[in-house]
């Protein structure tokens, strides 16, 4: 059993690049967000879905689009990519309101 | 005013002791909570969850909540230097739309030291 999956695990942008950062459970969860953590700053929400061709804004979603066309897969959109971008971006799933699985991360670097 | 404050950190406790973690939070309607663990580089990690005032133990560790106080704790007892670790506070306020989304505090660092 995978879990949340997510990739790549470390990338390097050039301001204004562009890159998708792929998230995958196999849990059958409806719920999926994607958190950035910066440090010091705990977490802080991206997106997230309920479901299959549900989303919605989280806390912090400019600069960032998602996609949920199927039950699994979230993937994150990072659009002419910043400097403020830099962090680590995890993926999550849920049951209902339970407590989240996480995905292992991804460092990202806007350089 | 923060949602989700974690107390200040780091903190450093002798292996055996017990480590106190403290969180407030801000929505009244809050109604689940959770404690995360995150080790270096890692992804954080489910450790205990909470949804009704009292005490909730699950081997060494021990979550209390007081939602009259607005407050959630975490105690490790008999601390070793493995749960040197961030502890990440994080509460639902799922009511009405709020689906599952939580809230997490910034985190506090604690280091057992041998």
């Known amino acids: 059993n995978a879990g949340v999956t997510q990739t790549p695990k470390f990338r390097i942008l050039k301001i204004g690049q562009s890159m998708t950062l792929q998230c995958t459970q196999d849990?059958?969860?409806?719920?999926m967000y994607w958190y950035r953590q910066d440090p010091g700053m705990g977490l802080k929400l991206i997106y997230y879905?309920?479901?299959?061709?549900?989303?919605d804004k989280g806390e912090v979603p400019n600069g960032y689009n998602v996609s949920r066309s199927t039950t699994e897969d979230f993937p994150l959109r990072l659009e002419l990519a910043a400097p403020s971008q830099t962090s680590v971006y995890f993926c999550?799933?849920?049951?209902?309101?339970?407590?989240?699985?996480f995905g292992s991360g991804t460092r990202l670097t806007v350089v | 005013q923060k949602e989700v404050e974690q107390n200040s950190g780091p903190l450093s406790v002798p292996e055996g002791a017990i480590a106190s973690l403290n969180c407030t939070y801000s929505?009244?309607?809050?109604?689940?909570f959770f404690w995360y663990r995150q080790y270096s580089g890692k992804s954080p990690e489910l450790i205990m969850s909470?949804?009704?005032?009292g005490d909730k133990e699950d081997g060494r560790f021990t979550a209390q909540l007081n939602k009259a106080s607005q407050y959630v704790s975490l105690l490790i007892r008999d601390s070793q230097p493995s749960d040197s670790a961030t502890y990440l506070c994080?509460?639902?306020?799922?009511?009405?739309?709020?689906?599952?989304?939580?809230?997490f505090g910034q985190g506090t660092i604690l280091t057992v030291h041998p």
């Open positions: 929505d009244r309607v809050s109604q689940s």
């Open positions: 999550a799933s849920s049951f209902d309101r339970g407590g989240y699985t």
């Open positions: 909470i949804y009704s005032n």
């Open positions: 994080a509460v639902n306020n799922a009511g009405g739309t709020s689906y599952g989304k939580l809230t």
């Open positions: 879905s309920v479901g299959a061709g549900i989303t």
């Open positions: 849990m059958n969860h409806n719920y």
